[in-house]
């Protein structure tokens, strides 16, 4: 069971309280109608499947119902942060290996 | 003042009203019971969204029901008389208990009060409330929910919601030795026959 910091509630929760969302980030095209087919494709059905550190969706749905981001490492499951919408990550596949971890 | 249509959707006293828990059977009363569980039927509940960031929002709420808007995460605060209540759910949602048939009332004095962006539902019909106390009150809640209840981490005036046995409630504690727990009308039954189970090994006396 992962034990998960939800940053509205400020504590840490069970996994049972949460739901699994996705990969996170992931940007609208601003003009749908000027999109390519391609783009439009890729933009709904592709996703990333990393090895390693992945920045995903989670919602705190037994709880305050938030979204949150969480980056996470899909190889040992540990959570490097957690993050409120709007937020950027700070860690990230590029300064993880600039601190040579992983 | 604000533009907003609302409608006293409380049917009154002379219409029969039975709470969620009107069919259960109630089990016979231990000798010296360990938990002793209670419901508080036909309560007002109300879902009071806004923006705690508008000063005179914060202020409304606390000219309307005389407790300030807990901003903290988890609070539960209840006002001088302990009839009426504030908790915290999420950053921009709170529930409001008050003494049933008051919820037409205080969304009124609300929206007079206020005229900005905010929403206030009464959803009385849609849960209850249910008060455990007792010695080992605090073992059926260990057994029962995947919070950690244990009083260092849940002092009097903090209301979660979390798992509770396999559906969802709200868990408070207003004062030292009672627990609250707000579940949902459809899933009363299944907590109540959940609670009088768990508590079977320390003497349960029941009252709904």
Partial sequence: ???????????????????????????????????SDEEWGDYLFFRENPRGIHHEMWVHAVGCRKFFNVTRDTVSYEILEVYKMGEQPTVTAATQQKGGQK | MSKVAIIDQCAGSDVRAESPMHHVKVPSVAA????????????????????????????????????????????????????????????????????????????????????????????????????????????????????????????????????????????????????ELIVRRSFADYCYRWLVDASREYGVSVKV
Wanted: aromatic residues 8%.
């Fill in chain 1, 1 to 35: 069971m992962l034990h998960i910091y939800c940053p509205y509630c400020g504590e840490h929760r069970e996994e049972s309280e949460f739901r699994p969302k996705g990969q996170a980030h992931i940007i609208r095209p601003k003009d749908p109608v000027n999109t």
């Fill in chain 2, 32 to 179: 010296n019971p360990g938990v002793v569980l209670e419901q508080k039927p036909f309560l007002g509940h109300m879902t009071l969204r806004g923006n705690s960031a508008d000063d005179a929002f914060c202020a409304a709420i606390q000219q309307v029901l005389g407790v300030a808007l807990p901003l903290q995460p988890s609070a539960l605060v209840h006002d001088a008389s302990g009839e009426n209540s504030i908790q915290w759910i999420s950053p921009d949602e709170w529930l409001i208990v008050v003494p049933g048939g008051r919820e037409f009332e205080v969304e009124t004095a609300l929206h007079q009060a206020y005229s900005g962006h905010f929403a206030i539902v009464t959803v009385s019909g849609g849960q209850t409330l249910l008060t455990l106390s007792g010695p080992n009150a605090l073992d059926v809640l260990h057994k029962s929910t995947v919070y950690d209840v244990h009083p260092r981490n849940f002092p009097v005036g903090k209301g979660i919601t979390s798992n509770f046995a396999k559906a969802t409630a709200i868990i408070r504690r207003p004062s030292e030795d009672v627990w």
